[in-house]
T-cell receptor, first 112, second 115 residues
Framework: TQLLEQSPQFLSIQEGENLTVYCNSS?????LQWYRQEPGEGPVLLVT?????EVKKLKRLTFQFGDARKDSSLHITAAQPGDTGLYLC????????????FGKGTRLSVIA | NAGVMQNPRHLVRRRGQEARLRCSPM?????VYWYRQLPEEGLKFMVY????????ESGMPKERFSAEFPKEGPSILRIQQVVRGDSAAYFC?????????????FGNGTRLTVT
């Protein structure tokens, strides 16, 4: 089973600061997805990255897929309290029918 | 445009009882996935189903757990003779196809507490 390691596990920052969270694996993934989960709710898809080196922007969020497709990062500019949540990366297994495997997530808290 | 619907949202069972968790996928979605989440943990895959078929159950414990997705009606995750270790949030997701890059649409989960 391919594993996804996310870091840091917890992050608490002040409103307006920038931050980067990471998703790493020793295996190559054909794509990676990022989800955000708020307390009491299910994860919601933010973005899918497919091509090595790809950069995607979603307002203040910038997602990057590593050239070797083994890692990804999420950078948030000028964080706001509404960014608070659990950020999960996920990717498909390279073989078999098993769907997405998830990392353990980074729990972000943005303090006003 | 209803999303994935799970019920109940909260379920309390005593040790030894049965728990039945229901999931109605998004309209037009024929692929259903069940995941379990413990506090401070990510999502652990349990089972992947299509209508009337189990595609992959490699993440589901061999004993006490079963899942189905009948031709009509919601998908059911059934846990027999629950134990305290079964306490967790159980999330259902659906997708229109089984493509490996398909994004998953999640419900808001059922939080099972075993007392």
């Amino acid at each position: 089973t391919q594993l996804l390691e996310q870091s840091p596990q917890f992050l608490s920052i002040q409103e307006g600061e920038n931050l980067t969270v990471y998703c790493n694996s020793s295996s190559v993934f054909s794509s990676l997805q990022w989800y955000r989960q708020e307390p009491g709710e299910g994860p919601v898809l933010l973005v899918t990255v497919v091509t090595g080196g790809e950069v995607k922007k979603l307002k203040r969020l910038t997602f990057q897929f590593g050239d070797a497709r083994k890692d990804s990062s999420l950078h948030i500019t000028a964080a706001q309290p509404g960014d608070t949540g659990l950020y999960l990366c996920a990717g498909p297994q390279n073989s078999g029918n098993t769907p997405l495997v998830f990392g353990k997530g980074t729990r972000l808290s943005v303090i006003a | 445009n209803a999303g994935v619907m799970q019920n109940p949202r909260h379920l309390v069972r005593r040790r030894g009882q049965e728990a039945r968790l229901r999931c109605s996928p998004m309209k037009g979605h024929s692929h259903v996935y069940w995941y379990r989440q413990l506090p401070e943990e990510g999502l652990k895959f349990m089972v992947y189903l299509q209508k009337e078929n189990i595609i992959d159950e490699s993440g589901m414990p061999k004993e006490r757990f079963s899942a189905e997705f009948p031709k009509e009606g919601p998908s059911i995750l059934r846990i027999q003779q629950v134990v305290r270790g079964d306490s967790a949030a159980y999330f259902c997701a659906s997708s229109p196809g089984g493509a490996r890059n398909s994004p998953l649409h999640f419900g808001n989960g059922t939080r099972l507490t075993v007392t």
